[in-house]
């Protein structure tokens, strides 16, 4: 079913169906974050998404009652506002903020979307063999530039550049993860030591403590047995 948005809560599909949105979750977080930064444009904000529909469930033979399944949603985007988006996005990065992991992000979105042009090159020209568009020959003339500008993988001088720089970039990962486990290491030792200081601390304050009381106790003996004596050479006189 396609969705027409009418109002600020309501759906209606194609088959005249009314069904509303809660959107509450969406105001009170603009109006806490509102709160908290007067100044700062709110460009959007989280949307999570739970459909569900009404259906009978039979319990007995003639008894039926009515519960909430959950149904899949996908909110998408056209195209422009996706190439907008990529757009935004590529301005707002910046080469000082770049970190391995926003590499390798990169890099994993462009081999999803090579493997999507891939699909669509696919597609196009099983069409063209079936029948079913007509042959744009400028649009061949560019898949023909594009598949010559591959590397030819059968070139030995080629394939041993590629495994040179691919064993350079392993030993720079294997580097790395050793440096990140003897670091880890590193800590966890100086933490068990640090917990050892603070439990020799802990023990010889306790240890302090039971001193001062044991010290107070015998303090108070003879303050005791000196009000005693006291008492005593009163009587006598």
Not at 70 to 97: Q, R, Y
Not at 102 to 115: A, P, R
Not at 180 to 198: D, Q, T, Y
Request: net charge positive; with cysteine; aromatic share 8%.
């Amino acid at each position: 079913m396609e969705m027409i948005f009418l109002k600020k809560t309501e759906i209606r599909y194609k088959r005249y169906q009314h069904f509303y949105i809660d959107d509450n979750y969406n105001e009170n977080l603009f109006n806490m974050i509102r709160k908290i930064n007067t100044r700062e444009k709110i460009v959007g904000c989280i949307f999570p998404v739970n459909a569900y529909v009404a259906i009978e469930k039979a319990i007995h033979e003639n008894k039926f009652r009515k519960t909430f399944i959950h149904i899949p949603v996908k909110i998408g985007a056209f195209e422009a506002e996706e190439v907008g988006v990529e757009f935004l996005l590529k301005e707002l990065k910046s080469v000082s903020t770049s970190t391995l992991a926003t590499k390798v992000g990169d890099k994993l979105s462009s081999l999803k979307s090579l493997i999507a042009k891939l699909y669509e090159i696919s597609a196009y020209l099983n069409d063209i063999l079936n029948g079913n568009i007509e042959m744009n020959i400028k649009i061949l003339y560019n898949l023909q530039n594009v598949f010559s500008l591959l590397p030819d993988i059968e070139n030995v001088d080629l394939v041993q550049a590629f495994m040179v720089k691919n064993n350079d970039l392993m030993l720079n990962i294997y580097i790395g993860s050793i440096t990140r486990s003897v670091i880890a290491l590193h800590n966890l030792i100086n933490n068990k030591i640090e917990n050892k200081l603070n439990s020799e601390k802990k023990k010889s304050l306790e240890n302090d403590t039971e001193k001062d009381k044991i010290k107070d106790k015998e303090k108070e003996k003879e303050r005791k047995k000196i009000r005693k004596k006291k008492m005593i050479k009163k009587r006598i006189r």
